[in-house]
């Protein structure tokens, strides 16, 4: 078999309020072998016997004994919240050791969703964060890869995605994050070094303002900038080096950057759709994803493969709460890595790992379908008794985990939340409604309206019994009448006049609250049409979701147009509210900014620099 690498990718992305159920096709494979072609598009693969590439490897600047910097910021790296906690407590026979499953044994084709990868590496996904150089960071992204490789032993393909320019959907939802940790950063911040004690290092806490060190935070995790572009150019380096070396075998190396626009996750789930159509054969191979975010489970149960594993960290492993109960860095001479504590990730064995089987988990999911619905099969519900039933089941069940908060693009409904056992009532209300129903609510990626719409009628029944909790946590009186609840509900959270239906009828979806459940069961008889357009460049992205706090990270010309006089001066305001909303994480709270116009910031960007396109992408 061989690979090429050819073509510009010519993208397309429509903002929906279903964006994400089946993620966005992007061109980006090319096999040639007996029985098919395909592009892998502005990718880099390495296959076997590959010619050596000068390749300059990476020193280590941290010595023995010499000071090494911690600085506490709030970064959480936040993938869908409480899903996957819901889903482990729910069917957690489908968590299986990696040493006793069949992945033990090696698995045909491994994907590597890239941002566990780098959040991981480069400040552990904890606090306090430490404070290595750039250099260091590369060091610890290469050997984690190079650890899961050998971890888990390829034969056919390992696939590396790396988060590129997403939709203007998931651009508002990064925004948010950014700028509520720009907000918190504005506190004092704590300092820490690391000195060289008589049996290993120790921490101490230094004044504020007494050390000055290279500064990183998670924002610079972001397509466009120059610590990005350097891992791109790195990693590609890296693979290629170990290839001459031998390491990879007969196994071929896809690197897919961050100039490939969508994020990685849905690069490797765009990957496998286009493998399957091409050749058959490969459904039937050993297929195992690495990663952390919970949309990996979603995303996997819709290929519908037969043997699709998900590859993560024991679920007991809690390295942010070992780190805060007893930072322990270290730097190893051996290895010429600095650990962040005493159990990093890049010190992990095959017993700290687990994998999720998505073929037992659509069995687990229809066999309780099956014991609440009826397992007797009759006029009503013999529909689930068809060959394709679980797989229909399951594809039900990622539109329903929406409505909870599952999709990164979209606000949870109100009264549908993963935190109390309001999502587990409308799992068992649809699980009940089924042979009601008669047909699941979604084919062929296509969503059945008015059997969603009836879901939604029987779901609004329970929806007052959530006002009337809400008023105890939000301190609002006279929950008597849902209207009035409706009325606070819209023109408090979504700053809209209840009482003029103009305004409502002429609505797109910019706001930071979903809907109420007895809204959406009156809408019937709606069609929906998207227009597709080009995704944004990478340094067009980065200024979007760049709060003025982390300005530097943008090019020189564009740093003005965010501030208080710039053109683009009312997307980022220095001030701007923070509800609550009754949540205590400050990860739940909503941050309302200002909805982006992505047309017109690209028109602006453009203006003063109008030379930033793909061919030139860091300019």
Sequence with gaps: MKMKCEGILDGAFSECFFLSLFPLEISCVNFSNKKFSHNFINQTIIPNKHPPILYNPITNHEEDGKEIGYKVDKFKLEGVPRLY????????????????????????????????????????????????????????????????????????????????????????????????????????????????GKMKYKVNKLKIGAYDNVSFNPSYISPGTQFMSMMDSEIRNWIALQNYEGTWNDCYIVYNGTDVPGEGEHKIYDTIRKMLELDPDVRNSTHLVYGLDADLVMLSLITKLPKMYILREEYSYTPHILSKEKPDPYYSKKTGLLHIHGKDFID??????????????????????????????????????????????????????????????????????????????????????????????????????SRLQLLMKELCKKEFDYFKMKSVSEKISDYSDPKKYAKYYYENKCDIDFNNKKAIRKMCYKYHYAPLVSDLAKISGTTIKFYKGEPITPLEHLLAITPPNNSQLLPPVYRSLSGPDGSLCQYFPEDFEICQDGKDNEWEHVVKLPFLDTKHLCQVARSVNDELKYNNLYK
């Excluded at 034969?155 to 508002?172: E, L, Q, R, T």
């Excluded at 099969?377 to 689930?384: C, E, T, V």
């Design 348 to 449: 992990l064995k095959s017993n700290n790992y687990e994998v999720l089987s998505m073929n037992l988990l659509r069995k687990t999911m229809y066999s309780r379908c099956m014991s609440i619905s009826g397992s007797v099969k009759n006029d009503l519900n013999r529909f689930l008794f068809i060959p394709n039933a679980k797989n229909r089941l399951t594809d039900d069940f990622s539109l329903l985990s929406f409505m909870a908060g599952r999709n990164d693009f979209l606000p949870h409904l109100p009264s549908v939340e993963l935190c109390n056992s309001s999502f587990n009532d409308l799992i068992n209300m649809y699980y009940k409604m089924l042979p009601k129903l008669r047909g699941f609510l979604t084919l062929n990626y296509k969503i059945n309206m």
């Design 85 to 196: 906690g819901w889903m482990m407590e729910n069917f957690s026979r489908v968590r299986i050791p990696l040493d006793d499953s069949e992945i033990s044994k090696g698995v045909d084709y491994f994907y590597v969703d890239m941002n566990a990868v780098i959040h991981s590496a480069t400040h552990g996904n904890i606090f306090p964060i430490l404070m290595m150089e750039d250099q260091q960071r590369m060091r610890r992204i290469v050997a984690a890869l190079l650890n899961t490789f050998n971890l888990v032993k390829p034969k056919k393909m390992m696939y590396i995605g790396v988060d590129g320019v997403c939709p203007s959907a998931k651009i508002n939802q990064q925004r948010t994050r950014r700028f509520r940790l720009y907000k918190s950063s504005n506190s004092d911040n704590e300092y820490y070094k690391v000195e060289d």
